[in-house]
């Protein structure tokens, strides 16, 4: 009972507890999911994970969450009843935003949608070179006055 106290607090003193936390249970008629995602401000950190639960009847074939990552769990690799997966993603340091993700089963062809977080994109360079033209050349104009 001591060592487990001990371990707990040791434990809890090293990994901080996350800045952003979300679960959500995802249910359809064949399957029951169980999804989470942490995310982490000091390392930009980011933990998603997914439980198809005991009770469900069909495996999960795919995964994604907007643009961080789409997981195809096909060929052999399903997420069958029962089973885990956790994806471990860094960010860019620009923190996060909203997006959405998807849960699909290709054994009954039903999709869930839910809303989630992923790793906030970086502005390409060339967008921002455009903004600055604009700026620089995008001046005031004025329209004649009638007279």
């Known amino acids: 009972m001591i060592t487990t106290a001990l371990a707990t607090t040791i434990l809890s003193s090293v990994v901080p507890p996350p800045d952003y936390l979300d679960f959500q249970i995802l249910e359809t008629p064949s399957y029951t999911v169980e999804y989470s995602v942490k995310w982490w401000e000091s390392s930009d950190k980011y933990i998603y994970t997914l439980l198809n639960t005991q009770d469900s009847l069909v495996a999960i074939t795919d995964w994604a969450v907007g643009d961080a990552f789409d997981l195809d769990l096909g060929f052999g690799n399903d997420l069958d009843p029962g089973e885990m997966e956790s994806i471990i993603l860094f960010g860019n340091g620009f923190g996060y935003a909203d997006t959405f993700g998807v849960v699909f089963s290709e054994y009954d062809s039903t999709k869930v949608f839910f809303d989630t977080i992923a790793p906030a994109t970086i502005p390409a360079p060339g967008a ?15 329209r004649a006055a009638n007279s």
């Not at 921002?128 to 004025?142: D, K």
């Open 128 to 142: 921002i070179a455009i903004l600055g033209v604009s700026v620089l050349f995008g001046g005031r104009r004025r």
